[in-house]
Every structure is written in C-alpha cells, then in structure tokens.
C-alpha cells in the first residue's frame, strides 16, 4: 500500500506565507530555507507498507511500514498522537492535515469473535541515536457480540521517551513514561444510532525536562 499525499492552504501559488509554526524550516548547503510558499506543492508519502496474511499460523495478519493505527475511536491511540502531522510544513492550520500515519509494525489475530492487535511504532525519531527516540506500544483486545453490533475492548499502551544523559549520547535516561489501561465498548440499538463510552486511567512521568512540552503523549493528543 502506497499513498502519495499534497496538502496546501488554499491560495494561489504565490499567494501568502503558507506554513506551521510546529515545524521549523532546514536549510541545506548553507542555502536560504524555504518557506511554506516554497513548499506547498511538495508531494510527501502518506503511507508505504506491506501486508502478509497467515503469517506463520493462519490467523495471524502481519503488516509493516508507515500505516494508519487507530485504537476504538482514537481516544488514546489514534492520529492525535503524532509529532509532525505537516512534514511539509504547508499548512497555516495543522488540524486539518490528512497525515494520520505512524512508521510501525502492527500484528493482528483473528480469533472470530475474538481480535488481538498489538503494535510498535515510532512517534518521532530525536537524534542519531537509539535510546533517545519517542516509541510507541500498545496491545487491544476486542469481541465482536451479534446482537446490535455491539463490541468491547481492553487495551494497554506504554510511550517511552529518552534523551542522552551525557553529551556522547552512549548513556539514556528516561524524560518521559507512560502507562495507559483502558477500556471502551458501543452498541447501535438502530441503524443510525451508535452509543459509544470509553474510560483510561494513565499513570507514569509525562517528562520534567525544559523541553518537556515538545513531543508529549498525553491520552488525547497536546
């Protein structure tokens, strides 16, 4: 699966200084660094992964690369979570980006009625090294019920964030852990009517660097 994504105020081509604040402008080979106007016809992958079915054992989905992922209605796990949803740095208003994938691996067993979704991914790559990214982890388990297509879930999700405890970057202390248990279920007693509740206790350090409100997890986004 593979989805080439445009996103641009609407403007003409020269018109405005299109933008996010959220994501500051790199120049490169001592070059001027473009602006959003510069920018709002840049072409960026939205999605790019690969699926295997019966993996291993029949029931057993398997796919990887940057996907969608979204847990229930997006309460915890969904696209609010992601560092950057203008890596082209077009947009004046950042919540009405189209970008809502994640760089994981994702499996799913399917146990009719039974669903086991477990998934790791990355919600922002920091520096060059391994232990100071912002990881992602969480498991789901639903049950599909026949009667007003009602269903139930259970999930726990951790969010992990480090950052060098020294200038070598060979020592990693933790700015940010997060624990998330949930549960969430909804029935639709008619055709057009869908009740939906959902309730999560997180526990854990949410960060106590200087730099503590740049990239934090929180159970519904900023």
Do not use: C
């Not at 980006?97 to 067993?109: E, Q, Y």
């Not at 990355?122 to 009602?150: P, T, W």
């Not at 997180?202 to 503590?212: A, F, I, P, R, V």
Request: proline letters at 5%; zero cysteines.
């Amino acid at each position: 699966e593979i989805q080439f994504l445009n996103q641009r105020d609407v403007d003409p081509p020269a018109g405005g200084a299109q933008g996010s604040p959220l994501v500051a402008q790199t120049a490169i080979g001592g070059s001027t660094a473009p602006d959003g106007t510069n920018n709002q016809f840049d072409v960026i992958i939205n999605l790019a992964n690969i699926t295997i079915k019966e993996f291993y054992y029949a029931p057993l989905t398997v796919k990887m690369g940057r996907q969608n992922i979204q847990f229930g209605e997006g309460f915890v796990v969904g696209s609010s979570q992601l560092a950057n949803p203008d890596p082209s740095n077009t947009l004046s208003a950042d919540e009405f980006t189209l970008v809502t994938s994640f760089d994981a691996v994702r499996g799913t067993l399917d146990l009719d009625p039974w669903t086991v979704d477990a998934f790791a991914a990355k919600l922002e790559e920091e520096a060059i090294n391994v232990g100071d990214d912002n990881n992602i982890f969480g498991v789901n388990v639903s049950h599909a019920f026949n009667a007003y297509a009602a269903e139930m879930d259970g999930y726990f999700v951790v969010s992990r964030d480090g950052s060098p405890a020294n200038g070598l970057g060979d020592i990693f202390i933790k700015t940010e852990e997060l624990f998330v248990l949930g549960t969430r279920g909804s029935v639709r007693p008619w055709e057009r009517l869908k009740l939906a509740g959902e309730v999560a206790y997180e526990w854990g350090d949410e960060g106590g660097s200087t730099n503590s409100a740049a990239g934090e997890f929180t159970p519904n986004g900023r």
